[in-house]
């Protein structure tokens, strides 16, 4: 049973272009959750999301940022018009249910931006 | 969202037990204690978690005070493998179970 998977592992973008981040959950995982780490700093939470809803975004920049978890495929994450300070690793975490279910994460994309 | 306090870091010997402590004074009556790490360069790893009783796996072991104001996550033999950030996370029960991540606990494993 593969874990889960991001993609890219790596990603560099100059400033003002887009970025997408890709997550796929464990099998039969159907909760997502998007978290970034900011260089030298702890993990923070952004957003949270099941089959086609978004169910908690409170940890999302209000501009620029957006998710998805479509019916068909990855959850996606995208930034657009990147700055500097979007410069992170971002893990994606599944899930089978609610809490206390345990959360799986994947091995990050790291986000580099020039 | 409940906070959670731990030591900022710890060192340990290798093969020798590891108590990391945590203090959530306050803790709700609903609330989960989870503890997950994070290996350098790699994502969380989940390790236990618990609510009143307290809990084994192959990984570790939680002790639970009985006030539930405090808890520890116990290796029983630490490897140089467990060298990672320790966090100590409380979550609510049915909730979306956001992970509220604090600074947690670095442990250094002497070989």
């Known amino acids: 049973n593969a874990g889960v998977m991001q993609n890219p592992r790596h990603l560099v973008r100059r400033r003002g272009q887009e970025a997408r981040l890709r997550c796929s959950p464990m099998?039969?995982?159907?909760?997502v959750y998007w978290y970034r780490q900011l260089p030298e700093e702890g993990l923070k939470f952004m957003v949270y999301?099941?089959?086609?809803?978004?169910?908690?975004e409170s940890g999302m920049p209000k501009e620029r940022f957006s998710a998805e978890f479509p019916k068909e495929g990855p959850s996606i994450l995208r930034i657009q018009q990147v700055v500097r300070g979007d410069s992170a690793a971002y893990f994606c975490?599944?899930?089978?249910?609610?809490?206390?279910?345990?959360?799986?994460f994947g091995p990050g994309t790291r986000l580099t931006v020039l | 969202d409940a906070k959670t306090t731990q030591p900022n870091s710890m060192e340990s010997n290798e093969e020798e037990p590891v108590h990391l402590p945590c203090n959530h004074s306050?803790?709700?009556?609903?609330?989960?204690i989870h503890w997950y790490r994070q290996l350098p360069s790699q994502g969380p790893e989940y390790v236990i978690h618990?609510?009143?009783s307290n809990v084994n796996n192959r990984m570790a072991s939680l002790a639970i005070a009985e006030d539930r104001k405090s808890s520890t996550l116990i290796l029983h033999r630490a490897t140089l493998r467990d060298a990672a950030v320790y966090y100590c996370?409380?979550?609510?029960?049915?909730?979306?179970?956001?992970?509220?991540f604090g600074k947690g606990t670095k442990l250094t494993v002497n070989p």
């Open positions: 975490a599944s899930s089978p249910g609610l809490a206390p279910r345990e959360q799986f």
């Open positions: 999301l099941q089959k086609e809803n978004i169910i908690d």
């Open positions: 618990g609510l009143t």
């Open positions: 996370i409380l979550g609510a029960q049915g909730g979306s179970e956001k992970l509220v």
């Open positions: 099998k039969g995982h159907s909760h």
């Open positions: 306050t803790i709700s009556g609903t609330d989960y």
